[in-house]
């Protein structure tokens, strides 16, 4: 294997390691910061939700999707694209509830944490909250509500890492009065 | 495999966050310092866990200056797709690393604008140039300099063991 490729695979592979050790970096502070675990995963959810905003453009400027138009539509591309474009991973879509508003994105590996342990006393810690917020905030810029929240935690001793996804309602786009 | 826009967002957010903590103090100085040093330490706990994983596989380095080389085109062409454009050194410990469009600052402006603000974004960056230092055996005091947004200058000050 000449020296180039291995240097490309390395670099790729060294930014997800970047990622992720900043990111242990920051939960580490927070774990710091504040005194319980529940305020550190609503920390780590309003970050997620910031970046969440954000990333949406990004991820709308560099795929080609179009509009969804129904919220299956919205969960393969979730799953296929976006997760894809920005860990790597690509989790698989699965536990559609009847009404085919809930389904649950299920993560054979979790990129966030790679090397990551939870101590004994943070029992209550959703490590990987960041990812809820990030999707909330993204979905949201496009006029979806949803409830996001991780029904199983390889941290947490789980098998896989299961995110489910609920759909809310479809939030009106607020014009300026006097727009026609 | 982690894209390089989210590491960008997250540090962003991470900056935030930690200017917020401590927004609540009165003495506007001492918060600059608390800040600053928040974001190194963070960047530093990062820099030493990246040089771990980058240099397994390297052989050592024949002296200082083949280490910031290293450092200048390896390891920050892995973490800022670019390499450093000019290092400069006085030979006697002291290294001017220059990157004229430093990737966490172009998002910010092109020239003055905002420049009071750039120096919250070259804490975390300034740690990790200690961090992969220190993981390589050099003990430095890493800080950073930036006139025109978005060329900025880190200026790691390696402390001789001999001195």
Redesign the interface.
Known sequence: MSRQSNRATDSKKMNSELFTLTYGALVTQLCKDYENDEEVNKQLDKMGYNIGVRLIEDFLARSSVGRCHDFRETADVIAKVAFKMYLGVTPSVTNWNPAGDEFSLILESNPLVDFVELPDNHSNLVYSSLLCGVLRGALEMVQMAVDVRFAQDTLRGDSVTEIRMKFIKRIEENLPAGDE | ???????E???M??V???YK?QATREDIDKERVTCVS?LDA??F??GQ??IE??TKDCPTFKDDLDLMKFLCK?FW???FKKQIDNLRTNHQGTYVLQDNKFALLTQFSSGKQYLEEAPKYLAFSCGLIRGALSNLGLESVVTAEVSLMPSCKFMPNLKSLIN
């Open positions: 495999m982690a894209d390089d826009a989210l590491f967002f997250l540090h957010e991470i935030a966050l930690v903590e928040t963070m960047g706990r990062v866990g990246m994983r980058f390896d062409s892995t973490i």
